[in-house]
């Protein structure tokens, strides 16, 4: 089965600290692909990445940027200089090629950036 | 574009009411999917359809119907309203080439509460 675990429920931090939002995953599958969705308060979700199973590079998109392990089956998500914009939702979903097209998301890490 | 249009965006109803959540992508997807997010639970799938006149169930089906007559519609059904469908509802859908998961687009979202 595939899981994926966000243990961290909320996370505080004060404007221009840097976070680290950490995403952990289960499967047996060797092809599989990993994103992140961006819920804010108004509640749409926004796409930020897609990683497949084959490519281990990190990935960095002005002040985000994604650390993905195979070893420790990890793809953490870091923000370098929050911003209260930044404050929302932050889902890390999995799908997998047996399972097709079906997201399985983690239950999600609360941010809130304060000014 | 319009992308993923959800409607209503609200919605109330009474214990036993049936209704119809309407989703409509104008993308050409031939994947579409309905989430329902609740509190510390991520996301969880009710049904999924990879085109027009295949449907089928996800983790949490129970109390839904869905039909997929063309690409461009995916409605989810709720039958008999009850209290804990009380949650918000997430359409979704995405290109499918074969197996590979390009990620989703979702749409709005629908605040379904069942009192």
């Known amino acids: 089965a595939q899981k994926v675990t966000q243990a961290q429920t909320e996370i505080s931090v004060v404007e221009k600290e840097d976070v680290t939002l950490d995403c952990v995953y289960e499967?047996?599958?060797?092809?599989?692909?990993l994103f992140w969705y961006k819920q804010p308060p108004s509640g749409e979700l926004v796409f930020l990445i897609r990683?497949?199973?084959?490519?281990?590079q990190n990935e960095i998109s002005g002040r985000y940027s994604w650390n993905f392990q195979k070893s420790t089956s990890s793809f953490n998500f870091t923000i370098t200089a929050s911003q209260v914009v930044d404050s929302a939702v932050y889902f890390c979903?999995?799908?997998?090629?047996?399972?097709?097209?079906?997201?399985?998301f983690g239950a999600g890490t609360i941010l809130r950036v304060k000014s | 574009n319009a992308g993923v249009t959800q409607t209503p965006k609200f919605q109330v109803l009474k214990t036993g009411q049936s209704m119809t959540l309407q989703c409509a992508q104008d993308?050409?997807?031939?994947?579409m999917s309905w989430y329902r997010q609740d509190p510390g639970m991520g996301l969880r799938l009710i049904h999924y359809?990879?085109?027009?006149?295949?449907?089928d169930q996800g983790e949490v089906p129970n109390g839904y119907n869905v039909s997929r007559s063309t690409t461009e519609d995916f409605p989810l059904r709720l039958l008999s309203a009850a209290p804990s469908q009380t949650s918000v509802y997430f359409c979704?859908?995405?290109?499918?080439?074969?197996?590979?998961?390009?990620?989703?687009?979702f749409g709005s979202g629908t605040r379904l509460t069942v009192v």
């Open positions: 979704a859908s995405s290109r499918l080439v074969g197996t590979e998961n390009y990620g989703y687009t």
């Open positions: 499967t047996r599958d060797t092809t599989y692909y």
């Open positions: 990683r497949n199973s084959f490519d281990e």
């Open positions: 979903a999995l799908s997998v090629e047996e399972y097709g097209n079906k997201l399985v």
């Open positions: 993308m050409n997807h031939e994947y």
């Open positions: 359809s990879v085109g027009a006149g295949i449907t």
